[in-house]
Nanobody, 126 residues
């Protein structure tokens, strides 16, 4: 099975920056799409930024111009650079990916549309 592991978030002052990373572990065959979502207390999980299967990027309107998603294909790692962070309630950032992985028991490549990391907490203080 594939596991997505996010870097540790943290406490950041408003206006500051933080970079998150996410890497899959397991028998990765290929990655179709990968990105970041976040969930604040009492709210639904929402898209922050993501690479689509076509290689383009999508950003939530609220983070355009401040957040940048990037990737290192050699490491299968996706990064989220967050600048000019705003003082909002604590949110948990989740990495998500559409991954093709090798199942050694079945000797086949299997696709998992929505793999999720465990999430990493980011708190922005005023």
């Amino acid at each position: 099975q594939v596991q997505l592991v996010e870097s540790v978030g943290g406490l950041v002052q408003a206006g500051g920056s933080l970079r998150l990373s996410c890497a899959p572990f397991g028998s990765i065959f290929s990655i179709n799409a990968m990105g970041w979502y976040r969930q604040a207390p009492g709210k639904q999980r929402e898209l922050v930024a993501a690479f689509t299967s076509g290689g383009s990027t999508n950003y939530a309107d609220s983070v355009k111009g401040r957040f940048t998603i990037s990737r290192d294909n050699a490491k299968n790692t996706v990064y989220l650079q967050m600048n000019s962070l705003k003082p909002v309630k604590t949110a948990v950032y989740y990495c998500s990916a559409d991954i093709n992985s090798f199942n050694p028991g079945r000797r086949s490549v299997e696709r998992t549309l929505n793999s999720w990391g465990k999430g990493t907490q980011v708190t922005v203080t005023s």
